[in-house]
């Protein structure tokens, strides 16, 4: 009889684990992101779900439009480019792909970090694109570097446009914290060793602004910014994507 008692605990505890391990992994669900272009709604989502896009009114249905894939955000790249008027061509041969629009035209191979606008040198992004889902997803900084949209970030929202934005690079002198251990600025400069605040600029990091995997001390990168940049030594501007 103690046998048979002892044996009816037991069961019950694994139970209640399992339970409590189910529980868990529903509380780990990712946050939602939504994108607009032009401020207009294109999708309020959860990764690895369905979307919403909403364009000129007009609602579409697409997949997974924004993914993180090793720290790094990415977005689908056809639904995005398509309702902002570039027409995007699939080569199956060399998974390469198109993108045209009026004069400009430019084209990325899946797997390849190795990306260029118009004539201009080919340079790297934080990542190559790839394909998820036979989806083609690639760094959100590409369409500010490589398309040329602009790039505002609010409130986990994420709005293009066609403004133009700035580029700044150089190799970080400094990573400065609050007492949450939050980024609050990158202090960065032209030269691996810096001469002095003459040659340095400060990114702003806000709760908004997308670092795309790690960073550190000595480490060489690029940050897309606002075009404002104060009159002070050094200057300081906002960062939106740093890569």
């Not at 955000?73 to 792909?97: C, F, H, V």
């Not at 045209?100 to 004539?119: A, C, D, E, L, V």
């Not at 403004?163 to 990158?186: A, H, R």
């Amino acid at each position: 009889m103690k046998k048979i008692i002892i044996t009816m605990i037991v069961l019950v505890s694994m139970i209640n684990i399992n339970v409590s391990v189910a529980t868990n992994e529903v509380k780990n669900e990712e946050k939602p992101i939504p994108v607009l272009y032009d401020g207009e709604k294109l999708i309020p989502t959860l990764y690895n779900g369905n979307v919403n896009i909403y364009y000129n009114e007009d609602l579409l249905k697409v997949d997974m439009l924004v993914k993180e894939q090793n720290d790094i955000t990415m977005i689908q790249l056809r639904p995005i480019l398509e309702n902002a008027g570039y027409k995007i061509k699939w080569n199956k041969d060399n998974k390469s792909i198109e993108i045209m629009k009026n004069s400009f035209w430019t084209s990325i191979n899946i797997g390849s970090n190795n990306y260029f606008r118009n004539k201009m040198a080919p340079w790297e992004l934080s990542c190559a694109p790839v394909i998820i889902e036979n989806k083609s997803y690639v760094p959100i900084e590409f369409l500010s570097d490589i398309i040329g949209l602009s790039i505002q970030i609010k409130d986990r929202n994420i709005y293009l446009a066609e403004d133009e934005l700035s580029t700044q690079e150089g190799f970080i002198q400094e990573i400065s914290k609050n007492k949450d251990d939050k980024i609050e600025s990158i202090t960065i400069s032209n030269n691996k060793e810096s001469k002095g605040i003459e040659d340095q600029t400060i990114l702003l990091v806000s709760e908004d602004t997308i670092i795309q995997g790690s960073i550190e001390k000595g480490q060489r990168i690029k940050a897309i910014t606002k075009m404002i940049m104060t009159m002070s030594l050094p200057g300081q501007t906002p960062a939106i994507v740093i890569y």
